[in-house]
């Protein structure tokens, strides 16, 4: 986990309500992802950013939202339109493949639970 | 389109005896594979990696995998294994011919090891 911190560890809210999820990395990454875990399936993509003030939808994008103003952050909003926000969220970040094929290093992960 | 499967749920063995969990894949071209394990509440973290060479890679905690092109598969294997190893696998993969991806994985379900004393 180290290098990539995640806040808070877990997070309750109210049907309705936006919520962000920090991500911080202190890896000089270019690139950082949003994963969101649910049992049985995997990781699934969500957002993923290759450089500051740029990003793009992963395969799971619809009610949330990212930004990228700074290296070393990549917040995640989960927004009231997300039908099954529950879950476990994973933030990663890794060297962007100019000259080879690069790990991503995974933060310690948020669940999210929302009645 | 890109794939992972890992066909077992769980895979139980004693502790001392050699495991393995099994992924097979599906890409357009040469996959670029993965594996990392996830313990209990936790982040993944990253075990190994194949990008190309030498089919058998050695990774972190006495980990390795073998890459067999035919098969399309890229199973995980210990020779001995110990308690501590119980938790939850995943195998990823990239496709080497699919660019502007930004390093991305698509994932396997996961298999989860139990490593009884």
């Known amino acids: 986990d180290g290098g990539i911190t995640q806040s808070p560890k877990y997070l309750f809210r109210k049907e309705g309500q936006n919520v962000t999820l920090s991500c911080e990395q202190n890896?000089?990454?270019?690139?950082m992802y949003w994963y969101r875990q649910d049992p049985g399936q995997g990781l699934r993509l969500i957002y993923y950013s290759q450089i500051v003030n740029d990003f793009q939808k992963g395969d799971i994008a619809e009610g949330y939202s990212v930004s990228r103003e700074k290296k070393e952050s990549f917040p995640l909003t989960v927004t009231s339109a997300q039908k099954n926000p529950t879950a476990f969220y994973l933030c990663?970040?890794?060297?962007?493949?100019?000259?080879?094929?690069?790990?991503?290093?995974f933060g310690p992960g948020t669940r999210l639970t929302v009645t | 389109a890109q794939s992972v499967a890992q066909p077992e749920d769980q895979v139980n063995v004693a502790e001392g005896n050699p495991l393995t969990v099994k992924c097979t894949y599906s890409?357009?071209?040469?996959?670029?594979l993965f594996w990392y394990v996830q313990y209990p509440n936790r982040g993944l973290q990253f075990l190994l990696k194949y990008i190309t060479g030498d089919n058998l890679v050695k990774g972190s905690y006495g980990f390795e995998a073998e890459f067999n092109k035919s098969q399309t598969s890229f199973h995980l294997k210990k020779p001995s294994a110990l308690v501590s190893d119980s938790a939850l696998y995943f195998c990823?993969?990239?496709?080497?011919?699919?660019?502007?991806?930004?390093?991305?994985?698509?994932f396997g379900q996961g298999t989860e090891l139990s490593v009884k004393p």
């Open positions: 890896l000089n990454h270019d690139a």
């Open positions: 890409v357009s071209g040469n996959p670029y």
């Open positions: 990663a970040s890794s060297m962007r493949d100019y000259d080879g094929v690069y790990e991503q290093y």
């Open positions: 990823a993969v990239r496709d080497s011919v699919i660019y502007n991806q930004g390093g991305k994985l698509i």
